[in-house]
């Protein structure tokens, strides 16, 4: 039990400084699932209608990496968080990829950057959940599947 509100502290930490967030962990859903060979994700809310996923790994991810776990793992993504409280981050690493591979061609819209925006670095992650369908899948290393975890049905109300 002591264990597990050490770990709850770390993340709290953990999201504070790379996120620039001061969140308060109420109820862990699913702890240390298994995303990928490399990451494993935490589950949790942090208050009666907020429920978040935070991603660690010990190697790179990018967005597109995380969204791509995100929805193996029959969730769907509110929105996914800026590193430092950075709202344009992803939007300003698409640009830069975008403009390193077209250097002299001029971005319309962001429909010219999305896929580029997919492409920057997001370790750790930290995801805001609108829905949880039912059950919460994690990767399972021998069979390279998507097990179900743990039973769980969750959705945003927005007034």
Excluded at 1 to 26: S, V
Excluded at 133 to 158: A, C, L
Aim: cysteine-free.
């Amino acid at each position: 039990m002591n264990d597990e509100l050490y770990d709850d502290i770390a993340i709290e930490k953990a999201i504070q400084g790379a996120f620039g967030l001061k969140l308060d962990i109420q109820d862990v859903v699913a702890r240390q699932v298994p995303t990928s060979f490399t990451s494993t994700a935490t589950i949790f809310r942090s208050s009666p209608n907020n429920l978040y996923i935070f991603i660690q790994s010990q190697s790179k991810m990018l967005l597109a990496d995380v969204r791509k776990m995100v929805r193996a793992m029959n969730i769907d993504a509110e929105g996914f968080v800026p590193p430092h409280g950075d709202k344009e981050y992803f939007k300003r690493i698409g640009e830069e990829k975008f403009k390193s591979i077209f250097p002299g061609k001029h971005i319309m819209s962001d429909d010219d950057t999305r896929y580029y925006q997919t492409l920057a670095p997001y370790s750790p992650a930290l995801v805001r959940v609108e829905r949880v369908k039912g059950e919460i899948r994690g990767f399972h290393y021998e069979s390279k599947t998507w097990r179900k975890v743990k039973d769980y049905s969750f959705s945003k109300i927005t007034l």
